[in-house]
């Protein structure tokens, strides 16, 4: 058997580092999904029955998949992604008074007014309509 030199270390992995522009290219890879997806669920805001799942397939993944990466990378699942960007989205709209809050609620999927107030003030603190009397002012 062949023994080990005594001035042998082993390559560790917290020692290992990616040469920078392989780093740079997985970091444009993660960028390029991750507007991919945003892209999906921007173009399907007002589709009440945008789901994981449509979105899951829209990126040719499983949601298994899309849920392990969208953790990975942003520390959130793909239900509430497209649910904070559903709301930002009414955030938005709210704070440029372009139309009555139940429009605003129709216009970024949620059918239900009272649900999207719900978890309007969930995301914000506040309700639709306090946020919108703030950003009057």
Not at 23 to 43: A, G, M, N, P
Not at 60 to 74: C, D, M, T, W, Y
Request: charge should be positive; glycine fraction near 4%.
């Amino acid at each position: 058997m062949n023994e080990i030199p005594p001035n042998f270390k082993p390559l560790t992995t917290d020692k290992f580092q990616w040469p920078q522009s392989i780093t740079r290219y997985l970091i444009s890879q993660d960028e390029q999904f991750l507007e991919k997806v945003r892209h999906h669920i921007v173009r399907n805001l007002a589709n009440e029955h945008f789901s994981v799942q449509d979105l899951a397939d829209n990126i040719h993944l499983s949601v298994s998949q899309l849920n392990r990466k969208l953790n990975k990378l942003i520390g959130q699942s793909a239900g509430k992604l497209i649910l904070e960007i559903r709301l930002r989205h009414a955030a938005g709209l709210l704070e440029s008074n372009v139309a009555s809050i139940g429009d605003i609620a129709y216009r970024c999927g949620f059918r239900d007014q009272a649900y999207f107030c719900r978890r309007f003030k969930k995301q914000f603190n506040c309700t639709p309509s306090t946020f919108r009397r703030r950003a009057a002012r």
